[in-house]
């Protein structure tokens, strides 16, 4: 999988993409989304913006979720069409909120009242008309990490199910401001397809009520979420996007002429994305012994702080395996990508992958002790 020969002329740390599995993959998301009507799929940059990345997926006609006016920037730069962008967050700035509307964009996910009061008074003084959604919190719990589930009541995101008529009456009301409909998001790296029926039968006593009162929703934003297989990369990856796409089309009750709204991001880019490291000593402790590697939180940081699994592979080693505490540079005690890490003798230069590592890798990674940022290629450039 990995042209070990390329990768050694490289200067590490580096992101390495493998640009065919990411095609695969979209081509994938494509055929099962196009299996049911009013199916659409956005990328949610948030998960990697690099512009190389960018432009692939721009090219298989998914739209984009965005959460800040520079992703706004980056998409539209990639070749994703304004009618195709959606801008969410629950903080967004006055200039943020002018870019969505100068480009005219699909649709501001919106989070509170206070957020739609700004944005009817940006967009009257522009002379626009707003195109909203409301991001209703759903009290759906997600089976995942507890940083990354959005969906409960005393969470920061999201509209409070009692005060969504209200709301919605209110945004009616504005001469400034289009209602399009609703929006979602219970949580990330969910793997239980049953966190999702939650939703949609959430979803469904939503609509009856709203009906009740004869508002009709043109547009449901569901949000991302799917997981991917961080233990198996190779045997899983592709996540099962017929299995995810199914679940809603059995469960939530769409009506005619309603449009379904998907925002994937992790089980888009996550597996085609590795982390290559150079290993830089190997340190024997009392009771374990350390890979030192030249990779730190500052490239990865999911380990740090969301304890995240990994695979670690050499890539430069084979033969008879040995415990390793992998571990990077930074001066943190959280630096460390895995502990008791089986892997083949490991010597100094071996280059290490950190699979998995497409999502949320590149895209977090900072600055901490003046390092450089990693640099990320594709498989394309590097045959």
Request: negative net charge; aromatic residues 10%.
């Amino acid at each position: 999988m990995f042209p070990t020969e390329k990768l050694n002329s490289v200067q590490t740390p580096f992101y390495y993409y493998d640009a065919d599995l990411l095609r695969q993959t979209l081509t994938a998301i494509n055929e099962e989304a196009g299996k049911h009507e009013g199916y659409v799929v956005h990328y949610a940059i948030k998960a990697n913006a690099n512009s190389k990345i960018l432009d692939i997926i721009s090219r298989y006609g998914l739209g984009a979720d965005c959460v800040s006016g520079g992703e706004i920037n980056a998409a539209l730069e990639a070749g994703f069409p304004a009618s195709k962008v959606v801008y969410a967050g629950v903080g967004k700035s006055d200039w943020e909120i002018e870019t969505g509307l100068d480009n005219s964009i699909f649709c501001f996910n919106v989070e509170s009242i206070a957020e739609l009061d700004v944005i009817a008074e940006i967009a009257q003084r522009k002379n626009k008309k707003a195109p909203v959604a409301f991001r209703i919190n759903p009290n759906v719990g997600a089976h995942t990490h507890a940083h990354i589930t959005t969906g409960l009541a005393e969470n920061k995101f999201g509209i409070a199910m009692e005060e969504m008529k209200d709301v919605i009456a209110k945004a009616k009301s504005m001469n400034s401001i289009k209602f399009m409909g609703l929006h979602f998001h219970i949580g990330s790296q969910i793997l239980e397809m049953d966190d999702f029926v939650a939703l949609c039968h959430r979803i469904n006593e939503l609509q009856d009520t709203l009906e009740a009162d004869g508002i009709f929703i043109e547009h449901i934003n569901v949000g991302g979420g799917l997981g991917i297989d961080y233990d198996n990369p190779d045997k899983f990856p592709i996540p099962d996007f017929k299995k995810y796409f199914d679940t809603y089309a059995n469960n939530l009750k769409l009506r005619k002429g309603q449009h379904l709204h998907f925002e994937l991001g992790r089980a888009v880019v996550a597996q085609c994305g590795s982390l290559i490291t150079r290993t830089l000593y190997i340190k024997h402790g009392t009771a374990k012994q350390f890979a030192i590697v030249d990779a730190g939180m500052t490239d990865l940081i999911r380990p740090a702080l969301y304890q995240a699994y990994h695979k670690i592979e050499n890539i430069s080693s084979t033969g008879d395996t040995e415990l390793y505490e992998v571990v990077g540079p930074i001066c943190e005690s959280s630096d460390v990508f895995g502990k008791q890490i089986e892997l083949p003798k490991t010597s100094r230069g071996d280059l290490i992958a950190i699979r998995s590592a497409g999502a949320y890798g590149e895209i977090m990674a900072s600055g901490y002790n003046c390092r450089k940022l990693p640099k990320g290629y594709l498989s394309d450039e590097l045959k």
